[in-house]
């Protein structure tokens, strides 16, 4: 009999003994349904590989044991830059060990709560990888059958990497019809629901929902029951917004991939021909900061697409935005009216909620007795956070350094001025929040004081505030990068809370304790005193419960920002 210890038990090195390689666990990276994820260093070459290790007391069934069989089977046959590479797999007594090519970046699922939305020129950049690495997939046989943004990975470059072959197929002939699917695809095709039998097209439904969620900003067929949703899936029902929001190519595009008949959709090698991949702007590269706030598509000539500028960011995101006004010294925000502001307002609400709901179960009472690894969520770990700041607004303005080494100055005229890590790009942003783009070797003279400034901090925190990384390489599609940056800050007695654009809260506790809130993912991240990170979800928080220090630091969130909000 086996002990509860030895369940769960993964060993810090792993042996494969039939090759004899050793690998090394790191950082816990992620819980799927029953596989954990671990980042693993092989010991002799020193290479990186994501260790997804699936407990064998959790293969219970046959069907369990077919689906991994399965799905390592499929998945070790692929070798394509858009699929995730498959280094091997092992067993030893407790586990199965498949080793992945690494995704640094999580997936788009984690770039979607972030962000909703997307500016069409970044749909087209992940829909043209995904549909690179589809086509591969169907050249080879291969139906994925759960295409949807957590199996689509993200490595540090943003290229999508295609993972998850656990509800895949191989067909023996063209024609064939699969007839069932082991499990349940998330974004699942009418034939499938309806059993009829079901082939390639199903993948071509599920890049249609896919599209739509990431132009959208939510899943076509979402409802609160998934009687209702498959329904409305049988019914072909679904929501387009007007021109207004989405181009008319993009709507065709989601109108040919999301017909009921399988028949009628594209082939995957019609996909690229689509007008809204021949007409748009294909960026070649993103941005790394475009996980957490829109890039700009208005002055894009380093990052040509293959048509340069056809398409110019209309209407929202990419286009001048406002910010906040008057926003530092912990006072309201008061025009209620620029979009930044309103989606500040929104952000503030959604937290303050959720703190509530986590609050009310009291979480600092019972902390947890499980394993940490079962309780964070390392996939909600914030994109930046501020490592280092400095108060000099009596004379000038508050300076930070953001984790991707961007430095920052917010000046008491309430414009700020952000160089980019690479130490090139500027990033300014007016009272009024007009935006303005700029390179250190070419700002107007008005800015010389600011610059000078912005150059004096940045010292200032190289030598007296811990050492700042190694500077970061210029990447073309730099130019098209925004940084978050700070919306508002105060002080009080128990340290400094400060509020960044993409709605991440900040609170630095006098004590060295550190808080990273973010509305979006939902999760709190709890920096001790000795630079260990843990994140949390809420709702884990709310299961679980937590440290009465990270219960504390909670509810001081709560208090301040609350009384930030009130009338
Ligand atoms: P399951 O099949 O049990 O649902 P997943 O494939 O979803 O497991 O993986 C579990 C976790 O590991 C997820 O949080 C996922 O984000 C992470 N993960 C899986 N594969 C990789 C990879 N190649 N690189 C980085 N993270 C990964």
Known sequence: MTTAKEETYIPDI??????????????????????????????????????????????????????????????SSLSHNNVVGFYGYFEDNYNIYIVLELCRSRSLMELHKRRKALTEPEVRYFLHHLTLGVMYLHQRKVIHRDLKLGNLFLNENLEVKIGDFGLAARLEFDGERKKTVCGTPNYIAPEI????????????????????????????????????????????????????????????????????????????????????????????????????????????????????????????????ISAATKPNSGHKCCSGENPVALEYRRNMRSLIEQLVGVLKTNPGAKPSTVPLDETTDPASHPFVWISKWVDYSDKYGFGYQLSDDSVCVMFNDYTKLSLHPNRKNLYYILENGEEKFYTVDSYPDTLAKKMKLLKYFERYMQDNLIKAGAAVPVRECDSISRLPYMYQWFRTS??????????????????????????????????????????????????????????????????????????
Request: proline share 5%; aromatic share 10%.
């Open 14 to 75: 792993i042996v494969d003994s039939t090759s004899g390689v050793t690998y090394k666990k790191g950082r816990f990276f992620g819980k799927g349904g029953f596989a954990r994820c671990y980042e693993i260093t092989d010991t002799k070459t020193g290479n990186i590989y994501a260790g997804k290790i699936i407990p064998k007391r959790l293969m219970k069934s046959s069907n369990q044991r077919d689906k991994i069989s399965q799905e390592i089977q499929i998945h």
């Open 193 to 320: 629901i309806n059993k009829k039998g079901h082939s390639y097209e199903v993948d071509i439904w599920s890049i249609g929902c896919i599209m739509y969620t990431l132009l959208i900003g939510k899943p076509p067929f979402e409802t609160s029951s998934l009687k209702e949703t498959y329904s409305r899936i049988k019914r072909c029902e679904y929501y387009l917004p007007s021109q207004a929001k989405i181009s008319k190519s993009a709507a065709k595009l989601i109108r040919q991939m999301l017909q009921p008949d399988p028949k009628s959709r594209p082939k995957i090698s019609e996909i690229p021909l689509a007008e809204f991949f021949t007409d748009g702007l294909l960026p070649k590269q993103l941005p790394t900061t475009c996980l957490t706030t829109a890039p700009r598509f208005d002055t894009v000539k380093a990052v040509q697409g293959r048509r340069p500028l056809l398409e110019v960011n209309s209407a929202g995101e990419a286009a001048t």
């Open 494 to 567: 128990n340290g400094v809370v400060m509020v960044l654009s993409n709605g991440t809260v900040q609170v630095n506790f006098i004590d060295h304790n550190k808080i990273i809130l973010c509305p979006l993912m939902g999760a709190v991240t709890f920096i001790d005193d000795s630079q260990n990170f843990n994140t949390f979800k809420f709702s884990s928080l709310k299961q679980y419960g937590c440290s009465s220090a990270l219960a504390q630091c909670l509810k001081f969130a709560y208090d301040k920002l609350s009384s930030l909000l009130a009338p």
